[in-house]
């Protein structure tokens, strides 16, 4: 279960919710997860527990400590720890912020801490050597080597590091890199410097940090990265973006429709653009991260009236709900239905009327 500022007992315990095919006023309690664990004496992993509010860390001490059971107010109930009812709870440390805070002595000394420190290069060989094992063992530890540099520069902060530190690369920085060797490239035609301006050089704001990583992947691999393709084509049937091309669904008419965009990115668009076009492909999430009017609207518009996909966009501020993206439950109010249809009947008849009047 991950755990947040916004999480509260309702969320792991349950809640009154309405019956499906009821007259609207029927409701039933109905368990939520932590709950449906505790009864079946599963075992629950709390993600992120140092994000959790006080409340809910409240809520839990009558579970972890002598009494080994909880109460449910809304049920006047209260429901017993199974033997086999496990609790295990992760957190990341307090340096990252977003929100974590420290947690009291007296509730962290329920728990057995155990600490893990950082994957080493030892660890990170023997990963990818598993999981990608048709590229080299010595051109993946390069690459481990390159990763690690860059994630030691990268966590700086001031003057040696790069702007905007400190940043984070890390596994999944490797596993992007190799899944995108493998999409493309084959057995004994590798080239990792294909990719390690997509995966790297665009996450960095400053030409000095990018011309920096290439200097790294360069000692990495005695090697410089071949130069980037800047490229943009569009065909009735395909989009090219530098070396990425992906199918278009749409046409020229639809194309001509909306005027808003030029039907060629501007340069500077380019190396982002092949970056999020590949994103598509390999079907990931992309943050298109810079400052304000730098074009991160128009390029995501541009690719979903290139490629013929509808776009959604909304607005996000602080007080964005994720109700006001799944839905949630709403009273149906039929007298105000009904007026609506009175409403409409009303225009429709007076507009007849309207146009009878003309016609006579």
């Known amino acids: 279960i991950n755990l947040s500022e916004q999480t509260d007992m309702m969320d792991l315990l349950g809640s009154d919710l309405p ?12 368990d939520g997860a932590f709950l449906q664990a505790l009864k079946a004496g599963h075992w629950v992993l709390l993600d992120e527990l140092n994000l959790a509010s006080q409340s809910v860390l409240e809520g839990l001490n009558s579970c972890l400590d002598h009494r080994g059971a909880i109460f449910i107010p809304e049920l006047a109930q209260e429901v017993v720890c199974p033997p086999t009812f496990r609790i295990f709870a992760c957190q990341n440390p307090l340096q990252q912020g977003c929100g974590r805070k420290g947690l009291p002595k007296s ?27 048709e590229i080299p063992a010595p051109m993946f530890n390069n690459m481990i080597a390159f990763n690690t540099r860059v994630a030691e520069e990268g966590a700086l902060a001031g003057s040696k590091g790069f702007a905007g530190a400190p940043w984070d690369f890390n596994l999944r920085d490797l596993f992007r890199w190799c899944d995108l060797m493998r999409s493309t490239q084959q057995a004994g035609c590798w080239e990792p410097g294909a990719y390690a301006d997509m995966v790297y050089c665009r996450r ?124 949630c439950f709403e009273q149906r109010d039929f007298s105000r239905h009904r007026r609506h249809l009175v409403s409409r009947l009303d225009a429709l008849v007076t507009a007849a009327l309207e146009q009878d009047l003309l016609e006579s």
């Open 19 to 30: 019956v499906e095919g009821g007259d609207g006023a029927s409701f039933r309690w109905c």
């Open 107 to 133: 509730f962290l000394s329920r728990f057995t801490k155990v600490y893990l420190d950082t994957l080493s290069g030892e660890d990170l060989s023997y990963i990818g050597n598993h999981l990608y094992p």
């Open 204 to 327: 960095l704001r400053t030409e000095k940090d990018k011309a920096r990583i290439l200097t790294l992947f360069q000692e990495a691999f005695q090697a410089p990265a071949p130069p980037r393709l800047d490229y943009f084509s569009l065909s009735e049937s395909h989009l090219q973006c530098g070396s990425c091309v992906l199918d278009s669904t749409s046409t020229p008419d639809s194309r001509q429709q909306d005027d808003s965009l030029a039907p060629v990115p501007l340069p500077s668009l380019l190396p982002a653009l092949e970056a999020l076009c590949k994103a598509i492909e390999m079907q990931w999430m992309s943050l298109v991260v810079g400052p304000s009017a730098s074009g991160k609207t128009s390029a995501v518009r541009l690719l979903a009236r290139s490629l013929g996909h509808t776009l959604h966009e909304y607005a996000m501020d602080s007080t964005v709900d994720v109700a006001e993206f799944l839905g």
